[in-house]
């Protein structure tokens, strides 16, 4: 039973749009940000909802490891492949114009990819890969981030959280939508565990001495600190699949810097030598498939379609009381969400009105209010 207040999704929008604006971020980039955010609360990931809205962008544009304003470059353009510089501006912004562009080529040729350099983070990636997805196409994404998982036998964070996420059409209401990191956990959830009280569970956090830990809070600052590492899917060590987990982080994390020839590993931590903070750097990779020049879009469609009924309608184990696939949930979290809003926890209705009060956006009232 949900007991938070919910907000509109008219009045959140339009105060992220304002209170980004207030930043520095112009008003057409604030726009795409505050629909990033708040696609993510459509969908019920709040880990990358509004949650983050101030502790990851507010505060780095403040603290100088953002800029508000994203001046992008194209320093390599072909007909099907793209290479930007974000220029250490908003990754969401440069992340739509990238898909903009390969939309458009993979319209005409078929297939595109891009990669982008020096930037921030995305936000949710199925979003970009949507994007694919709304024009008929298929989307692959992926990132690399701060690091925080640790290699299989390891203890020591070296990589991001590095989601790689598809979205595919189907003849269905929504689509096949598969956005996760590749870690078993990803740092967004555990910030969102902290600011609910709630322990991590044990087995996805591994110590310096090979342990675990579950207060959520201790493990932010200790992963910051290199104290502790995330796992990779599959968990620590090889016998329930943690290498093949490490392997698909691997893959993010080279095709997110490689691609661009930007940096990668440790150099992503935001923190320079000497403990000050540095702009984070990060890459993200995307590649677009048109299903019309294969067998066409509408044979994609029913096969990914029957594919997902297939799935949904085999046998359930004892006690299940069905089965999903990918992207399902987050479109019933849409239905049950569409009329009501965004719900909103005590810790991040004190950051908006901290960040209404700041700017004098008095006209904004919130229900937690009354």
Known sequence: METR???????????????????????????????????????GIESHGCNRFKPIYIDRIVNGTLLPET???????????????????????????????????????????????????????????????????????????????????????MMGTNPLTFT?????????????????????????????????????????????????????????????????????????GGYKGYGFTTIVEILSAALAG??????????????SNQMYRLGHFFFVINPEFFMGLDTFRKTAGDICRGLRNSKKAPGAERIYTAGEKEWLAWQDRRDKGVPVSESVQKEILEVRDKLGLAQYKFPWET
């Open 168 to 240: 595919m059409p189907t003849d269905e209401e929504f689509p096949f939508n598969f956005d996760c990191a590749t870690s078993t956990i990803q740092n967004g959830k555990i910030e969102y565990y902290q600011r609910i009280g709630h322990e991590t569970p044990a087995g996805l956090v591994v110590t310096a001495d090979g342990g675990t830990m579950t207060d959520s809070g201790q493990i932010l600052k200790d992963m910051r600190a290199g104290k502790c590492a995330l796992v990779s899917v599959g968990g620590p060590g090889e016998e329930t």
């Open 262 to 275: 930007g940096p990668s590993l440790k150099e992503l931590s935001g923190k320079a030598p000497d403990g």
């Open 71 to 157: 001046k992008m470059d194209i320093v390599k353009d072909t007909p099907t492949t793209v290479v930007m510089d974000a220029n250490n501006g908003m990754g969401m912004v440069a992340s739509y114009h990238m898909m903009e562009l390969l939309i458009e080529k993979a319209a005409k040729y078929g297939m595109a990819g891009g990669a982008v350099f020096n930037s921030t983070h995305y936000g949710i990636a199925g979003y970009w890969t949507t994007m694919a997805e709304k024009a008929g196409m298929i989307g692959i994404t992926g990132t690399n981030a701060r690091p925080s998982v640790a290699p299989t036998w390891g203890v020591e964070p």
């Open 5 to 43: 207040p919910y907000v509109s999704w008219e009045l959140m929008n339009s105060f992220l749009i304002d209170a980004f604006k207030g930043y520095g971020v112009p008003e057409d980039d604030a726009r795409i940000c505050a629909d990033v955010l708040l696609e993510s609360d459509r969908r």
